[in-house]
């Protein structure tokens, strides 16, 4: 049986789940760590789409793939750092759906939020950082 971390939202805290995260991620100790730099929502050419909607989209699918370059899934992220052009609550709304849409199964990753003024390419409106464990 693979070891595997383990999510808690303690009751004493707000339930984060409607938002699409958790508030605690216990690993356990020799598990493989794999670190996923900051995805953005563009696609393998570089394209970025104008719908903020499509780039979360595009960002989970990029994220998807480095995984599966380590040997790892979805399921394995522990925690996530969202960062978010103008964020507002339909923002917040379309990535929760996402989020609850890619873990229907799972435990929320843990994942801090973070409003900026603007990414590193003109256009780009989400970026993803993500780290996950393996046995």
């Known amino acids: 049986m693979k070891p595997t971390f383990k999510m808690i939202n303690p009751s004493e805290l707000y339930d984060p789940r409607s938002n699409g995260y958790s508030h605690v991620s216990i690993v356990p100790p020799n598990m493989r760590i794999i670190h996923?730099?900051?995805?953005?929502?563009?696609?393998?050419?570089?394209?970025?789409?104008?719908?903020?909607?499509?780039?979360?989209?595009?960002?989970?699918?990029?994220?998807?793939?480095?995984?599966?370059?380590?040997q790892a899934q979805l399921s394995d992220i522990a925690v996530l750092r969202i960062l978010v052009v103008d964020h507002n609550a339909e923002k917040l709304h379309i990535l929760a759906q996402t989020i609850q849409h890619l873990w229907p199964q799972h435990a929320f990753p843990v994942c801090t939020l973070i409003p900026v003024s603007h990414l590193a390419l003109t256009g780009m409106q989400i970026e993803v950082e993500a780290t996950a464990y393996t046995a």
């Open 36 to 70: 996923i730099a900051g995805q953005g929502g563009e696609n393998k050419n570089g394209e970025l789409s104008k719908d903020f909607d499509q780039q979360v989209q595009q960002v989970f699918y990029n994220i998807q793939h480095a995984l599966t370059s380590a």
